[in-house]
């Protein structure tokens, strides 16, 4: 089955901590994307990368960093340096096969920090 | 202006009932547009792609008014099942950031 998984669906942590979530896609997609979701809000990007060992900022990306080793792995670390860490994490990859760039999402995590 | 804007809704609609809603953008250059649905405490899924003037897909048309930079999802014969938060994202191309609108929320009603 093609798709992008996120793990763990839910995560707990103490503040202070850092928290690393985990995407995988194995849908052969080049781009990779990190979003947060806040109750009631928009997705916000928080990081994204179009090929592998490269990443670009997004809107939100202080507090945050991200990895690019692999092209079937984009992890977000959630750094004690993030002052509300608690929210829906989502994961996104996009490919541009016959010239569309529709971003497909993993299933979220959701993290509470206590 | 913001980048994409959407009534929030809640849009409470019958059973069978057609409902529509629009999203506005400020980026002229955007070429294509995409319509997710969310839905509550879920990941957004790809309702729609719009490359064009539109699209139809069943139910759903999408329709562009690159004049007024607007595109809007017109939904026929509404389905309990299609309660859910609809997202529009305004496309200009490449990788590069996409901005999602914060949703219109439709309650279809029994």
């Known amino acids: 089955d093609g798709g992008i998984t996120q793990s763990p669906k839910y995560l707990f942590r103490k503040e202070g901590q850092n928290v690393t979530l985990s995407c995988e896609q194995n849908l052969n997609h080049d781009a990779m994307y990190w979003y947060r979701q806040d109750p009631g809000q928009g997705l916000r990007l928080i990081y994204y990368s179009q090929i592998v060992n490269d990443f670009q900022k997004g809107d939100i990306a202080e507090g945050y960093s991200v990895s690019r080793e692999k092209k079937e792995s984009f992890p977000l670390t959630v750094t004690s340096a993030q002052k509300n860490p608690t929210a829906f994490y989502l994961c996104?990859?996009?490919?541009?096969?016959?010239?569309?760039?529709?971003?497909?999402f993993g299933p979220g995590t959701r993290l509470t920090v206590t | 202006r913001k980048e994409v804007e959407q009534d929030p809704g809640p849009f409470n609609v019958p059973e069978g009932a057609t409902v529509a809603f629009n999203c506005t953008y400020s980026n002229s250059a955007s070429q294509s547009f995409f319509w997710y649905r969310q839905d509550c405490r879920k990941e957004p899924k790809l309702l729609m792609s719009v490359y064009s003037s539109g699209n139809e897909d069943g139910r759903f048309t999408a329709q562009l008014n690159r004049a007024s930079q607007y595109i809007s999802l017109l939904i026929r014969d509404s389905k309990l099942s299609d309660s859910a938060t609809y997202l529009c994202v305004p496309f200009s191309g490449g990788y590069q950031k996409v901005t999602f609108g914060t949703g219109t929320k439709l309650q279809v009603i029994p």
């Open positions: 996104a990859s996009s490919s541009n096969t016959g010239g569309t760039y529709e971003q497909y």
